[in-house]
């Protein structure tokens, strides 16, 4: 099945506008994965994340991989450069996206 980005596009444009009066103006962004399998490639999806740019954390008790970058300028449209980007390489290892949030520093 293909995956949708037109939708996850608009979904995070509607998160960003709910609370984009409150943004800051710089912040990490943090992405949220899950495995698709449990015998997922945690190793080379973290590499793979890793040579793009990306800061990446395993929670093996929630089973959820963290792809962090930043701090970068926040507004929607770059929110969606780092997802889009994040979500098409842990796609190629059955990860499927689960959101974003913000962290300042």
Known sequence: MRHDYKSQQAETFESFE??????PAEAVITYQFY???VDANWD???????????????????ELLDALVGPVKIDAET???FEKLATEIALE???????????EE
Do not use: C, Y
């Not at 080379?44 to 929630?62: P, Y």
């Open 44 to 62: 080379g999806v973290q590499k793979a994340l890793q040579a793009k740019g990306f800061r990446t954390n395993r929670d093996d008790e929630d």
């Open 79 to 81: 929110i969606w450069k």
């Open 93 to 103: 290892f059955d990860f499927t996206p689960d959101g974003w949030g913000l962290l």
């Open 18 to 23: 709910a609370f984009s009066a409150d943004a």
């Open 35 to 37: 495995p698709e399998d």
